[in-house]
């Protein structure tokens, strides 16, 4: 673990150098590249022969759509407890997401033009649901359920499946859940590329949503243009600020939670108390032993876990907002009033009762949330983003009279006498 204090004399390089930086590296770029455009030429042949090179299995295209009849049956292998599980989980998201949808509305402006905005749903997006080393059934009901929530008529998930060409039969029965439409066996950055360009099996879509790896998150950058993007969600971040008032152990817990993620997951716990500092992370060092996942958490609480003592909770709070992190857990004397001079973080979780782990699953906000520090200019997945929004102009003789006189002046400050006259030659 990387520990971190405030009277050090290299503690501000120390924190300035926690930024993460989302450039890919060139070899991402390139193979990421490569990929891209060797599926836009050869389509099926491309994808698939990726697939197979890249240690998925090898297919027929006719292989790839997922067959209604393959969802059936693996939603049939599931005990009624799993059933409650997703049930639960995807109710209170599609609750969450339908406070969020957004209405169309109209007013008449000063001059009485009628202008306002409609929102529809996109006719198709794609969503790419990872499946490496954890079958990410949340992600499926985190995203897929939002589609669904905002009328999205054709939802397209991507995602890995095993060696054996099959896909784990929670993630195929929360995908029906939660309102997929069409399923492919396939990942990785060629997944992307047969979403923005399309192949002979795989129709294209308009926008493309969800995390994955850094191949994923490369190609979805480098399609952004033919299709709309949602973010750039990459490796899982968390920070917490506490105060001596915290349990050790529940802190420790939480950072070990995210990072059992991934080998590049960040975790990092801020605090004034060197006592609980010390607590925290002892705590981390005994729970760790325990869990399952060992090489993940070895390699996080190696090089990627950082405990930071803070001079005051106000250097706290500089530190998160600086660092803009995906995950914020405030367990403080008054967690509201840390909230509140948050800018920057994709989520924050109030209070000591409130795991992140909770809204990893089922308190109904989506978890895909930006990372990276993309946080200061991103929010996390909502369900408006599904919605394509389009301004409305009426005028009338009456307005347009009105408002003629405005648009020749306006016109006449660019030098675009055709834009004047366009208006004028209607009031002759």
């Known amino acids: 673990m990387n520990v971190l204090r405030y009277l050090d004399s290299n503690f501000s390089q120390a924190i300035a150098a926690l930024d993460r930086s989302a450039e890919p590296s060139p070899h991402v770029r390139e193979t990421v590249?490569?990929?891209?455009?060797?599926?836009?030429?050869?389509?099926?042949?491309?994808?698939?022969?990726?697939?197979?090179?890249?240690?998925?299995?090898?297919?027929?295209?006719?292989q790839l759509l997922v067959d209604p009849s393959e969802t059936l049956a693996a939603v049939a292998t599931l005990t009624e407890d799993i059933r409650a599980t997703l049930a639960a989980c995807h109710a209170n998201v599609a609750a969450f997401a339908r406070r969020g949808l957004r209405e169309s509305w109209s007013v008449r402006n000063a001059q009485g033009v009628?202008?306002?905005?409609?929102?529809?749903?996109?006719?198709?997006?794609?969503?790419?649901?990872?499946?490496?080393?954890?079958?990410?059934?949340?992600?499926?009901?985190?995203?897929?359920?939002?589609?669904?929530?905002?009328?999205?008529?054709?939802?397209?998930?991507?995602?890995p499946a095993g060696p054996d060409g099959k896909i784990n039969p929670a993630l195929l029965s929360a995908l029906q859940l939660a309102g997929a439409t069409e399923t492919y066996r396939v990942g990785g950055a060629q997944a992307i590329a047969a979403l923005a360009f399309g192949t002979e099996t795989i129709r294209p879509v308009t926008k493309i949503f969800g995390p994955g790896n850094q191949y994923v998150i490369e190609a979805k950058r480098q399609v952004f243009g033919?299709?709309?993007?949602d973010q750039l969600p990459g490796p899982s971040e968390i920070m917490i600020i506490a105060d001596d008032t915290a349990n050790g152990a529940w802190i420790a817990a939480d950072l070990l939670a995210q990072a059992e993620h991934g080998h590049d997951s960040v975790i990092c716990f801020l605090t004034d108390s060197e006592s609980l500092l010390s607590a925290v992370q002892t705590q981390i060092d005994a729970q760790s032993q325990s869990l399952t996942r060992q090489t993940f958490l070895h390699e996080?609480?190696?090089?990627?876990?950082?405990?930071?003592?803070?001079?005051?909770?106000?250097?706290?709070?500089?530190?998160?907002?600086?660092?803009?992190?995906?995950?914020?857990?405030?367990?403080?004397?008054?967690?509201?009033?840390?909230?509140?001079?948050?800018?920057?973080?994709?989520?924050?979780?109030?209070?000591?009762?409130?795991?992140?782990a909770g809204g990893d699953f089922l308190a109904g906000p989506s978890h895909t949330l930006p990372t990276g520090g993309a946080g200061k200019s991103f929010a996390g997945l909502t369900v408006d983003q599904f919605q394509r929004r389009t301004s409305i102009v009426e005028f009338d003789q009456e307005s347009l009279r009105a408002s003629a006189p405005i648009i020749a002046?306006?016109?006449?400050?660019?030098?675009?006498?055709?834009?004047?006259?366009?208006?004028?030659?209607?009031?002759?």
Do not use: C
């Open 33 to 62: 590249a490569e990929i891209i455009a060797n599926v836009r030429s050869n389509g099926d042949i491309a994808l698939l022969d990726f697939t197979a090179k890249f240690g998925g299995p090898s297919l027929e295209p006719a």
């Open 114 to 159: 009628r202008v306002g905005e409609t929102f529809n749903p996109f006719e198709r997006v794609g969503i790419y649901v990872p499946g490496g080393t954890a079958p990410l059934v949340s992600t499926a009901i985190m995203t897929v359920t939002l589609a669904a929530v905002a009328g999205v008529p054709e939802i397209v998930v991507t995602t």
């Open 226 to 229: 033919k299709v709309s993007i």
């Open 300 to 356: 996080v609480i190696t090089k990627n876990a950082f405990l930071i003592l803070v001079e005051d909770l106000g250097q706290a709070i500089q530190i998160a907002n600086d660092f803009s992190p995906e995950h914020l857990a405030v367990f403080t004397r008054n967690p509201t009033q840390i909230a509140g001079e948050i800018r920057t973080a994709g989520a924050i979780f109030l209070g000591a009762w409130s795991p992140v």
């Open 409 to 428: 002046a306006a016109a006449a400050l660019e030098g675009l006498d055709a834009h004047a006259r366009s208006a004028t030659i209607r009031l002759e």
